[in-house]
């Protein structure tokens, strides 16, 4: 009898998480890459998140870097985009990132215009535990490069909430801020060297 009542549980569950799933891999990869502004799935797996219940876990690359994208696959909504992985430069590519340009500005990988902001961008000194003192990009420095930031995003009625400090990110130093656009919140971390946007991460 135990065995009846598990398999029929089990029944129930799996049922339960098809009748949920509308949404099919095709359109969930459509609605991350829309949301990453293109790129390449390396990949799609459907789970089961404990809160939002059948979502697709997506991981897509493209020329901003690689990011992990969660698609509710019931409705099709996207929960979550963070991005895991900056971009590397390649090796024949013009140092066009945080570098001087031909007329002198410093200029992200994301098109923000340091030099506009008073920036002058250094490189991050070698391995170092210690939070830097004196980084090139203070702290109001980060919250300006967010609302440019999230503003190239969309994100046009963004608001600066709160900061939790500093935080080592893929082996360099950014400042961790927190934005509010409605009820949405967002979460940057800003490169204390460079002033590039390392983590943009969404909260829906």
């Known amino acids: 009898m135990k065995k009846v009542l598990m398999s029929f549980f ?10 949920a ?9 459509e609605a991350a890459l829309a949301m990453t502004g293109g790129g390449t799935v390396s990949s799609l797996e459907l789970l089961t998140d404990p809160v939002s219940g059948p979502v697709y876990q997506i991981v897509i690359a493209n020329e901003a870097g690689q990011f992990d994208v969660t698609v509710n ?25 945080n570098a001087a340009s031909a007329d002198g500005r410093h200029i992200t990988r994301q098109g923000i215009d340091l030099t506009a902001l008073g920036i002058t961008p250094a490189p991050p000194p070698g391995f170092r535990i210690f939070r830097p ?3 090139p990009v203070s702290r109001a420095n980060a919250v300006e490069i967010g609302y440019l930031f999230l503003a190239s995003q969309g994100f046009n009625y963004a ?5 939790s400090g500093t ?17 949405t919140q967002i979460e940057l971390y ?3 060297h460079s002033g590039e946007v390392v983590v943009f991460d969404i909260d829906w």
């Open 10 to 19: 089990a029944a129930a569950l799996f049922s339960a998480q098809v009748f």
């Open 21 to 29: 799933q509308n949404i099919s891999a095709i359109e969930a990869r």
């Open 73 to 97: 696959a019931a409705t099709g909504d996207v929960l979550r985009l963070t991005s895991v992985q900056p971009s590397a430069p390649a090796a024949n590519a013009a140092p066009a990132a």
């Open 133 to 135: 003192r004196n980084p």
């Open 159 to 163: 608001a600066f909430r709160r900061h």
């Open 167 to 183: 935080d080592r990110n893929y082996g360099r130093w950014a400042w961790e801020l927190y934005f509010m656009d409605g009820w």
């Open 190 to 192: 800003v490169d204390m």
